[in-house]
């Protein structure tokens, strides 16, 4: 009772932004709506596509029959479970969730498997992290390969203890039943859409939100960017550079946010693994956790940098 008078409450207030604030309301949702019409968008719905069309077509058979060898020596996963393994680090957050409650919804690995992989590989991609946030961001790009570090080495190690305690198995093996119509690529193209639309959605929804601090909380320049990376992690990182912090803060501060992937980003895995049942709090829990170890790797690295 009390968590729906929160979220109740939550609507209500953001509702009376909207109405009290019309133009900065305005402002966050088009900024929001530009962010995934400009970079989300077709950076992701490819890949969203094309790894529609891989699961429901079989051909991920061949894939991973070839990768599989090599995958298993570092992540114990099963042979289909390599896929949403490999597609989760390439391909970056959300695609690693929407992968693994694919395999699961299509009976290809166990629900217990599709659950451990969607928390630990289901990370900002690497092109994201050194472009965007090293970069363009923070100005930092000889920190590339100790950011990796920071931010992949703690939910690697702990997939990989999980998975190596979970006795892990293809439900379903159908290598020679490969095929490919019109209306497989039909399904994969809607299936992206409808996704990314979703996406879309949520990333304005909490673009407002976010605005919603900025406007009240003015006074806390430092508690304002951490609520705001909290809540969305694009929105957070590029205030970093406007609250005029040092670089001992901005820089783990940044790699806490890309780590955790923020409110909005909880809410869009959520959605994207609906069908499947993933426990939502385990997930928050250990997102949260691989953020602090994060932030803390992020830390000692420049620390190391800098001697």
């Known amino acids: 009772m009390k968590k729906t008078y929160l979220i109740l409450i939550t609507l209500l207030i953001v509702i009376l932004f909207i109405l009290t604030h019309p133009s900065v309301s305005m402002q966050a ?9 400009e970079q989300i968008l077709p950076a992701l719905l490819p890949l969203a596509i094309l790894s529609n069309l891989m699961v ?15 995958t298993k020596r570092i992540v114990p996963t099963s042979r289909n479970g390599c896929f949403a393994f490999l597609g989760g680090m390439l391909f970056g957050f959300p695609m690693g969730s929407k992968i693994s409650a694919d395999l699961v919804a299509g009976n290809k690995i166990s629900q217990k498997e599709g659950e451990i992989l969607s928390i630990c590989f289901n990370q900002l991609s690497p092109v994201f992290v050194s472009g965007y946030l090293l970069t363009n961001i ?9 950011s990796y570090a920071a931010l992949y080495l703690p939910p690697l190690l702990y997939g990989i203890c999980r998975l190596r305690r979970l006795k ?6 159908s290598a020679s039943d490969f095929h490919l119509d ?13 996704s990314l639309t979703k996406l879309g959605g949520y990333i304005i929804l909490f673009s407002i939100f976010a605005a919603l601090l900025h406007t009240y909380n003015t006074g806390a320049p430092l508690l304002n960017v951490i609520c705001t990376g909290i809540v969305e992690v694009t929105t957070g990182i590029s205030c970093l550079n406007e609250a005029d912090l040092p670089p001992e803060c901005v820089y783990p501060l940044a790699i806490f946010f890309a780590s955790f992937g923020g409110l ?15 426990s939502r709090t385990r997930y928050l829990l250990c997102r ?17 940098y800098r001697l």
């Open 29 to 37: 949702a088009g900024n929001g709506l530009l962010l995934w019409y």
């Open 56 to 70: 429901y077509s079989n051909y991920m058979q061949i894939v991973t029959k070839y990768l599989y060898p090599l």
């Open 138 to 146: 923070l100005a930092m790009p000889q920190l590339t390969l100790p």
């Open 264 to 278: 909005c980003g909880f809410a869009q895995t959520c959605s994207m693994t609906a069908e499947c049942s993933f």
């Open 182 to 194: 019109f209306g497989i690529v039909d399904a994969g193209i809607m299936n992206g859409f409808e």
């Open 168 to 173: 892990t198995e293809d439900v379903k093996n």
């Open 288 to 304: 949260l956790a691989f953020a602090a170890a994060s932030c803390a790797l992020s830390f000692l690295f420049l620390l190391i």
